[in-house]
């Protein structure tokens, strides 16, 4: 069993900056990929930046060069640094990590960007 627990969402406005948190918990192979999807309301789920074991980055183009990805492995946390938010970066923030073919999710975490 694998537990996410994400922390950091929030209110905030327009041109400002969040941290998001996610730190897991159970049995992950230290070979993973830790990462961040958002899904905001009507729309469909997507990838946001995603970091392997070793360091690895990928993000999606419209938070290329504002949000940043980080982890700290010896405590299997993954870190989302937010800034110059938007209004259209306003979503519900979920962790994942992808472990020996394995999916896990957190819960999620509301951010809220207003303009």
């Known amino acids: 069993q694998v537990q996410l627990v994400e922390s950091g969402g929030g209110l905030v406005q327009a041109g400002g900056s969040l941290r998001l948190s996610c730190a897991a918990s159970?049995?992950?192979?230290?070979?993973?990929?830790m990462g961040w999807y958002r899904q905001a309301p009507g729309k469909q789920r997507e990838l946001v930046a995603t970091?392997?074991?070793?360091?690895?980055?990928n993000y999606a183009a419209s938070v290329k060069g504002r949000f940043t990805i980080s982890r700290d492995n010896a405590k299997n946390t993954a870190y989302l640094q937010m800034n110059s938010l938007k209004p259209e970066d306003t979503a519900v923030y979920y962790c994942n990590v992808k472990s020996l073919g394995s999916d896990y999710w957190g819960q999620g975490t509301q951010v809220t960007v207003s303009s």
């Open positions: 970091i392997t074991s070793s360091g690895i980055t």
């Open positions: 159970g049995r992950i192979f230290r070979l993973n990929v």
